[in-house]
Structure formats: C-alpha cells, structure tokens
C-alpha cells in the first residue's frame, strides 16, 4: 500500500471562533455526519412561500430535463442560511437571513468540478464549530469563521500542503478537483473525495483526503484503500459519513465494473473495513454511476446502509438496491428494494404510531419505480431494515415495507397511473410531528404524516425532470426544498378555515386542464 501523506498546512486562521455559538441546524448533505436528516425542531406548515432565491443562473437543460446537482444549503444556529449557488462561470456562497431571506454576504470561489456533463453538487459544509467550509480550485478548500457576521475572518488550505499548491498551482488547478460533499467530524476535522485526472508535482491519485482542525492535511488513493488496482476514485456525489463514536469514516470507492464501501481509520484513514458491493439478486458486481449522489447513512445502532446500481441494468426496474451492513463491514444484511440514487433518513420507531415491530428505528427512502422497466409508479416508503418481505420487484427478500405513498400527480399524456418522480436525494424527518418532508418532480413539496398517511403540499413552480434535491429544516422550522433550481424557503399558517388540500391512500390525481 502506497504511504500515507501528512503536511502541516498553512493558513491565514486555524483556531475556530473563540465565541460561544449556537449548535449549526443543518450542517450539509442529510443535515448531520450520520446523514440521518433528522428536523433540529418541529417544521412548519406548508402554508406558503416565504422567500426563493436561484442556486443556479444559468440552468441548462438536456432535452427538457435539468440534469444537475446541487449541494445542500446549511442553516447556523442563529438562523443565517448558506447557500451554494451556481453562476454563470462559477460557484459561489451566499449567506441569506431564514426569515426574510436578505443577502447577508457572499462569496465567490474558484472551484472547478471533476465533470461538466454530470455536474456535481459544489462541495461545502458546515462543522459543529460554525466554520464553513467550501471547495476550491487544485482540490484547495476554503474557510470562513463567523458565517453569521457579514465580514468573518477565513483562508485557504490544501490536503497537500498550501506552500506545495501556492508554489505551482497551475497543474493541480487543471488535475485535481474535489468530487463529493465535505463531511465534517464533531471535533471539526473534515473528510472528502478528490479525482485527479493527469500528473502532478506530488504524484496526488484520486483518493480521500482528511484535513485536521489543526491544518494537517492527509490522503490516500482510492485503489490504495480498496486494495484493487481497478479502482479509479471516490464515487462522485458519495459523501462521507462519520460513526456516531466519530471513530470511522465510511465512503464508497468505485472502478470501471466493480465498488467498495470502505471504513476508515478517523485519524489515519487507514482501512478498518471493506466490503465489495454487489447486486442482491444477480450476485454480479453492483454498479455506481457518477449520475447518482447516493451517500452512506449509519443508524443509531451503527448500520450503514449505501445505495447502488443494479447489475444487469434495469433488471430490477432501474431501482437499483440499499445495501446493508454492519458497522465493520463484515457482514450483509437485508437489502432494501431502491437505492440508486438516494441517502435513506432515519425515522425513530416511534414516529410510526402503527408500526408494532421490534427495531428500534425505521428508513424513510425513495422508492421511485421508472416508467418503461417498472410502470412510472413512483413512491416514497418507510421500511423496517430488520424484517423481510419478498421484493414486488424481483425474487430476492427485502426490507419490509412498513408504509408506501405512492405520488399523486399523473403526468400528462402518459398512460394512467404515470406519475412524477419524487425528487428527493435526501429527505427531513419530523420526529416530533411524526411526518417527513419530501419534495417531487411535479412542483410541489409535500409533508407525510405517518400518523394519519395523508400528504398535505404546497406548489412551489411548473412541474420539471430534474436531478434529485434535498430537503431540510432550520431552527425556527422554516422548511426548505430546492425545485427547478429554486431554493425555497416555505413556513406560516394556514388560513384558518380554509382545509389544506390532502391525497388518501395511494391513487394518482389527475390535473385539472390548465
């Protein structure tokens, strides 16, 4: 295995705010480094819009289909939302008030992504110290302390050394670019996946890096971890996810025709754990595509689950599986039947008053079924990870399904029971209010109370093909969903006397003529 590289890192500010702050609400991908997407308190009603602003300027289309990432806003404790934005050349951040959505401050950055056809969510994240964090070009990450104030004190750090990227910057700006959500542990230090696609003056392989809440950058490539030559990188839009006891890091690492999920040393990034991905059903190596921005999800009791491709493809509707594992990776346990595309949050038993099985939390995940191979018959689901059920899609034994909701808009000129995709890669959960917010394909952002299994919604814009988008919570219990590359920002009450428009049960509504 090739050594592991360490440098001490310059940097114009390493200590953290030396202030008290208020606990960071939603941190990055899936609101926390479990990539649970629990709600900090309980949301709001979908009553109205309270404010938008773009996350992408210049938003291009593939046929009529807008087929691009974009990263997880994140919400400080005292309410100031962080929001990457794509521009017409470039990245930015903007800091934006929760209640009324004024621009606080912003930042350009010179990040470049790995890929422009399948472009990735830009890279930033929000640590438990109230630093943020954000990519930059050669695979550099910025910082800024005092995201809250509009002027905070911030650098710039590289995993490889700053003097080494200050010194010729010009082939790490044009070989090495970050190509995953920053995750950051609880003491600050933060985890990423970089690819580096041509030489440089350090030799750098595409791999994971580690930089310290101290400044000290580490790495190791990808194939080093995997110990397969064959493996090319970090799977794009994979991110890392922490163990509850901050001891391991978990990140998929994928080649041509084969993948791993790994477990890494927090410290060290050496291997803990390995596991080769592979499809359920077929026994064939899973696939996982650049397309998806499935992330790992460890639960309370140190499961991890990670979504992948089936192998053959569209064997299993294009639904891909959730494969589960213990903590060490040593053994398999029941799958779940969609995975592809999705970071599965993770629901307390509790918030499901009809659940009367024995696990202690459920899995709130996507549960899409793609129109041509499966029918278009698009749900959402809660599964219990720890009973079975025969797959309605194939032979294999899955989690059981607790409670589906299948959408409820028909999409017009298909066939009946054609309906929107939801569109979520990450959903937030209400524990308290016993519900998940989801947001789908046919303009709407959608609460599930799983108490009464009605959806209430409010229409955000025209229906769009999209790639799939997050949805998360702030301390005040403002909702957030991103649509047709749209940030919104939806709360309030609801008049009274007038009764919020609900679906039952599982049947498609059919829009009425515009």
Request: include cysteine; charge should be negative.
């Amino acid at each position: 295995m090739k050594p592991i590289v360490s440098a001490v890192i310059a940097c114009l500010c390493i200590a953290a705010s030396a202030h008290a702050q208020a606990k960071p609400a939603w941190r990055g991908h899936a609101g926390d480094a479990q990539h649970t997407a629990a709600a900090p308190r309980k949301p709001s009603q979908l009553a109205r819009i309270l404010w938008s602003t773009p996350v992408d300027e210049d938003p291009q289309l593939t046929g009529v289909a807008l087929l691009r990432h974009y990263g997880s806003p994140m919400i400080t404790g005292a309410n100031t939302v962080l929001v990457p934005v794509k521009t017409h050349d470039g990245f930015r951040i903007e800091a934006r008030t929760g209640a009324t959505g004024s621009e606080i401050w912003r930042e350009e950055t010179d990040f470049i992504p790995a890929r422009r056809d399948l472009l990735p969510s830009f890279p930033a994240h929000l640590t438990a110290q109230n630093r943020l964090y954000f990519a930059g070009a050669g695979g550099t990450v910025y910082f800024r302390d005092d995201p809250d104030l509009d002027r905070g004190v911030g650098g710039q750090l590289a995993f490889y050394g700053l003097s080494n990227y200050a010194s010729d910057p010009t082939p790490y700006n044009e070989q090495v670019m970050i190509d995953t959500p920053i995750t950051a542990d609880e003491a600050g230090n933060i985890y990423f996946g970089f690819v580096v696609t041509g030489p440089t003056p350090l030799d750098l392989e595409s791999g994971i890096a580690r930089i310290g809440i101290d400044g000290t950058g580490t790495w190791i490539a990808a194939r080093d971890v995997a110990g397969d030559d064959s493996i090319v990188e970090v799977a794009q839009n994979c991110a890392p996810a922490v163990s509850a006891d901050q001891s391991t890091i978990y990140v998929a690492v994928s080649g041509r025709s084969v993948g791993y999920l790994v477990a890494l040393d927090s410290a060290t990034l050496q291997r803990t754990g390995i596991a080769r991905l592979r499809d359920p059903s077929s026994g064939n190596d899973a696939m996982l595509f650049d397309s998806s921005s499935a992330s790992p999800t460890v639960g309370p009791d140190g499961d991890v689950y990670y979504g992948v491709v089936e192998n053959p493809i569209a064997s299993h509707h294009s639904r891909g599986w959730l494969l589960h594992f213990t903590s060490d990776l040593r053994q398999e346990r029941t799958p779940g039947s969609f995975g592809w595309d999705n970071t599965v949050s993770v629901v307390p038993a509790s918030g499901v008053p009809s659940y009367r099985g024995s696990s202690p939390y459920l899995l709130m995940s996507k549960y899409n079924n793609y129109f041509g191979s499966g029918g278009g018959h698009h749900e959402i689901a809660i599964l219990d990870p720890n009973a079975t059920q025969r797959d309605r899609f194939s032979n294999v034994n899955v989690m059981r399904e607790i409670k589906t909701k299948l959408n409820p808009t028909q999409v017009p000129g298909a066939a009946p029971g054609v309906v929107y995709e939801w569109c979520i890669n990450s959903a937030a959960v209400d524990p308290k209010g016993k519900a998940v917010i989801a947001n789908a394909e046919d303009g709407h952002a959608y609460r599930w109370d799983l108490r009464t299994d009605e959806l209430t919604d409010l229409a955000l814009n025209a229906p769009r093909f999209e790639a799939y988008t997050p949805t998360l919570v702030g301390p005040d219990g403002t909702v957030y969903v991103i649509n047709d590359a749209k940030l919104y920002a939806i709360g309030g009450r609801r008049v009274t006397g007038i009764r919020p428009k609900q679906v039952r049960g599982g049947h498609a509504r059919i829009p009425s003529p515009s």
